[in-house]
């Protein structure tokens, strides 16, 4: 399903280590490239760690010559599973599949349309990030960053919000507040993401 923003596929970036998981949203598949290469230079700032090792299947997004050029030119390992052994990639099917059970559970839970699958998909990932791992008491976002997350921001997906408008207003008269449908987190701001059901 073709997402409102034009979005088809997406891509999942797991740390090993952590666990802690990354989803770009993409309208392409080839896509996989220039944001792999974003992402790169955004998580080794972050971290102020060097990628070493990519695992991943062999789509074609991966082992097209753009993509392992990039990565010989900066000495990243590229491992590949075997044909038609998903196994071999275990920690990103695992957490594929984790990402879609509580996404379609979001969705299903809320009675918000499939087409926003983005939306459902990132608040997954965002959650399951602040969520303790089985058999430790730490989170993904805690093993990653050694602090615990907060949980003050958490909200329930799908419900009633009333965000903050004034500033968009045009009259004194306007409303400063409209009822909207909470969607999820914005990682650029201590925001959320809210649908107008009316306008949307």
């Known amino acids: 399903i073709t997402s409102p923003s034009g979005f088809k596929y997406y891509l999942l970036l797991v740390d090993d280590y952590s666990r802690y998981s990354w989803l770009f949203p993409l309208k392409a598949k080839f ?20 990628i070493k090792v990519v695992h991943s299947d062999s789509g074609g997004e991966f082992i097209g010559a753009m993509f ?67 058999g430790l008491s730490k989170s993904p976002w805690e093993l990653l960053f050694f602090k615990p997350p907060d949980y003050s921001r958490l909200k329930v997906f799908g419900c009633r919000c009333f965000p ?12 400063k507040s409209k009822s909207c449908v909470f969607l999820g987190y914005s990682l650029q701001h201590k925001d959320y993401r809210c649908l107008d059901p009316i306008t949307s």
């Not at 990639?89 to 087409?115: D, M, Q, W, Y």
């Open 164 to 175: 903050w408008l004034k500033p968009y207003t045009h009259s004194k008269l306007d409303a």
């Open 31 to 50: 896509d996989a490239y220039s944001t792999f290469v974003v992402f790169k230079q955004y998580v080794e700032n972050l971290l102020g760690n060097n």
């Open 68 to 134: 392992q050029s990039f990565l010989h030119a900066h000495s990243i390992v590229h491992q590949l599973t075997c044909p038609h052994t998903l196994e071999q990639n275990g920690c990103a099917e695992r957490k594929h599949i984790h990402i879609v059970e509580t996404a379609r559970t979001l969705l299903v839970a809320s009675n918000i349309p499939h087409l926003y699958w983005v939306e459902a998909l990132s608040t997954a990932v965002y959650l399951i990030n602040r969520l303790p791992i089985s």
